[in-house]
């Protein structure tokens, strides 16, 4: 059995000079304590996907990510402990040949069957396997009867999971901006949708070349789990550090500074670019004085390997 979620998760002050200088205070949404093996948005976006698995008989689920994916890790994990079987759809048929890196290797030792496909074959099937029943049926030909889930876990149900990040958030006000990072949208369109009048919701996109397509996949989200679109929300595209999964050095040390200041270990390609966006942000007089930033940390860091 999979232990439970440790919820609500802490939400803590992060007072720093740099913001205070423009009026801007920071805390952190530490969704990175919910679950040691299924942590942050996964659980969230994992669990209501899992209860419909569940009431729907499924015995194998199957979902698509990247070399590193946290998503694949978790959904490994989480189906591992449930007694169910899972497929993974990894980006990149070179990888088969590859030495597993550490984050493969866990998915594979939770007892997730990875496999490895073409990019444009993995685009095709990542892209289109929720709206396009004709790939959804091949997906379920070639592996037999599974419960799809896309990339990133991100669908309606997902999003619904996701909005419980705002419930949490109970003294939230006109001066409020929740902050998360965006790879697929779930976390950020739940967010928006869980909001009360007044508070604000920024995502900052980990990816690039993603304007617009990020936006489009926000709002279909709202209106597959919702029924309407929200406007309390945007996403800020010009933080991604050169591309998904990239660490450039400025990116590094901002991290490695934040670290040092706070005493809180961060994710690089999610939380980094999240906390690092928001810095630059304020400095360019983005948020007017009194301005709140509540920064959700999706993630754990990755572990640090031996030789």
């Keep these: 059995m999979l232990a439970p979620a440790q919820l ?6 992060c007072p720093d000079e740099a913001l205070a200088r423009v009026g801007v205070e920071l805390r952190l949404k530490r969704d990175d304590l919910a679950h040691p093996l ?12 899992l ?8 015995t194998r689920l199957l979902t698509f990510g990247g070399a590193y994916s946290t998503h694949l890790r978790a959904t ?9 079987e899972s497929v993974g759809l990894v980006r990149g048929e070179e990888l088969a040949r590859a030495p597993r890196n550490w984050s493969l290797r866990a998915a594979e030792a939770a007892g997730m069957e990875l496999v490895f496909l073409p990019r444009a074959e993995y685009r095709e099937a990542a892209g289109r396997c929720g709206t396009d029943p004709v790939v959804a049926a091949g997906l379920q030909r070639r592996f037999g009867p599974c419960l799809v889930l896309p990339e990133g876990g991100s669908n309606a149900l997902a999003a619904r999971g996701a ?5 949490e958030l109970t003294d939230l006000g006109e001066r409020d901006v929740v902050c998360c990072p965006v790879g697929t949208g779930g976390t950020l369109a ?10 604000r919701a920024l995502g900052v996109a980990v990816l690039r070349g993603g304007a617009g397509y990020l936006e489009d996949e926000v709002t279909r989200l709202h209106r597959e789990a919702y029924g309407r679109e929200f406007g309390d929300w945007r996403i800020d595209h010009d933080h991604h550090g050169g591309g998904y999964g990239r660490v450039p050095a400025a990116l590094e040390e901002f991290a490695a500074g934040f670290e040092r200041r706070h005493g809180v270990a961060l994710e690089r390609r999610y939380v980094a670019k999240l ?7 304020a400095a ?24």
């Design 38 to 49: 299924v942590p942050g948005n996964k659980w969230r976006k994992l669990t209501p996907n």
């Design 190 to 199: 739940g967010i928006a949708a869980g909001l009360p009048p007044g508070a």
């Design 51 to 58: 209860e419909a698995a569940a009431e729907r008989g499924e």
């Design 8 to 13: 609500p998760t802490p939400l803590v002050n």
């Design 76 to 84: 490994a994990v989480a189906a591992g402990a449930l007694g169910l």
């Design 284 to 307: 360019a007089g983005a948020f007017p004085p009194g301005t709140r930033l509540t920064a959700v940390v999706t993630g754990l860091p990755d572990p640090v390997e031996g030789p």
């Design 163 to 167: 909005a419980a990040v705002a419930a």
């Design 275 to 281: 906390l690092s966006a928001l810095y630059g942000l």
